[in-house]
């Protein structure tokens, strides 16, 4: 095994993987079954509440994410619903602060998987992120007003980077702002293309090379600002995690 670590490192991987599962750190598995869940999505119409975290905007709508998602009793025999996080689309864009608590009305629904082989598995892909459910928005309002302040801070500044480069190289602001801000909205279908024939879709992805660049950057920048290592080494540690 010794002069195999290649297999060795398969067999870690393997078990690091089971351990995920069995302690439910990783969901490797579907989420568990909701029965009330089940039941509001045979509504026309279901109302949520829950704690915006995420922007995802797109040129058709704007993906808001919550979590700490609950609904109120709709049905005779049901307590308060919890639902975990959720993703909502909703056709106006939306800009409340990260943090904000909503009221969301509209046809709520379980993420499904793919339905052709080979097809994107949108249910895998959201489950990496604890997301199990998803609503077609009709109605949002604020359910209770708060903001987390440094979460906010920092999309306020991505928004501010995205502006200015929109008003610097309005031509090229699609490819510049996916590769300085990860912003991909502003990517047409022709550049989407060009990206994917010439094998360069991972240049606006955000991958961990760009993160270990980063952490590289603090890290040496509070070196020359007269922190010690193992300061620098514990602040950019934790600004990677």
């Known amino acids: 095994m010794v002069r195999r670590p290649m297999c060795l490192l398969c067999l870690l991987l393997i078990a690091g993987i089971w351990l995920g599962d069995w302690t439910g750190l990783v969901p490797v598995r579907d989420a568990p ?19 915006i975290y995420q922007y995802h905007y797109s040129e058709n709508s704007t993906g808001i ?19 975990e996080r959720t993703i909502v689309y909703m056709q106006e864009e939306c800009s409340l602060p990260l943090g904000t608590w909503v009221r969301v009305k509209g046809k709520f629904q379980e993420i499904e998987g793919p339905r052709n082989p080979g097809e994107f598995d949108s249910r895998l892909y959201y489950r990496a992120k604890k997301i199990y ?13 708060d903001t987390w302040h440094l979460r906010e801070g920092l999309r306020q500044i991505r928004e501010s980077l995205v502006h200015s480069v929109q ?31 010439g094998a360069a879709s991972h240049m606006v992805s955000i991958s961990g090379m760009h993160v270990s660049l980063l952490g590289m950057m603090v890290f040496y920048g509070l070196l020359r600002l007269g922190m010690g290592i193992l300061p620098s080494s514990g602040v950019s540690a934790g600004m990677i995690i």
């Open 33 to 51: 079954a909701n029965p009330c869940a089940a039941q509001m999505a045979d509504l026309k119409q279901a109302v949520i509440y829950g704690r």
């Open 65 to 83: 994410c919550l979590r700490d998602v609950f609904s109120r009793p709709q049905f005779s025999g049901s307590s308060m619903i919890s639902l």
């Open 133 to 145: 459910y998803r609503m077609k928005g009709q109605e949002l309002s604020v359910y209770k007003e």
């Open 167 to 197: 008003e610097a190289a309005p031509n090229q602001a699609g490819i510049l702002c996916a590769m300085t801000a990860g912003e991909k909205s502003l990517l047409g279908q022709e550049e989407k293309n060009l990206l994917a024939a």
